[in-house]
């Protein structure tokens, strides 16, 4: 599918996006605080950098790994530039048929104290935890990713599941 792009074949580029876009978007959504209108700028501007270096791809490693690696240094960036206020995250939760009202609410009142915790942590250690656990990627990725090494990565997701578990005050979090 790179190559196809790299030849200037359209379709294939609406292919590569709508198979990583809610991926990227998910990961802005968290790595700025739940602020949904600066993550789809963030997403519009990491895919504005991979069709203007898609030229430059080399065929080394998974493609996904370089798609969050700009990712990440997209977010990171953003951060620079200035520090973000806090906001809530306000994912609606779908019922499905068997849920009651108040189970639902429950379930929201779990991910926003979950999401204002991880607002809490540092910014690598929010970053690998969003990575390994909404993303479910290998620490050896997210070291990849993150242009660090291993034993790195797992330390900034062991650190901030700690912190995490204090936050919320459980113990379910600290082996995750």
Request: glycine share 4%.
């Amino acid at each position: 599918m790179i190559r196809k792009i790299q030849a200037g074949d359209t379709d294939a580029w609406e292919t590569l996006v709508a198979k990583y876009y809610d991926q990227i978007f998910s990961f802005c959504v968290r790595r700025c605080l739940g602020d949904r209108a600066l993550a789809t700028d963030l997403t519009q501007e990491i895919f504005l950098k991979v069709v203007e270096n898609i030229g430059d791809y080399r065929f080394s490693g998974k493609f996904f790994n370089y798609l969050f690696t700009i990712t990440v240094n997209v977010c990171n960036n953003q951060y620079r530039k200035k520090k973000l206020a806090q906001f809530e995250l306000d994912e609606t939760v779908l019922p499905s048929e068997s849920e009651t009202a108040v189970h639902q609410l429950i379930k929201q009142e779990s991910a926003n104290e979950l999401q204002a915790a991880l607002n809490q942590l540092p910014d690598v250690q929010r970053e690998a935890l969003i990575l390994k656990y909404y993303h479910e990627l290998k620490v050896k990725d997210i070291a990849t990713i993150t242009g660090t090494g291993v034993a790195t990565a797992q330390s900034r997701i062991h650190q901030g599941l700690k912190k995490l578990s204090r936050a919320l005050n459980r113990e379910e979090y600290q082996n995750g």
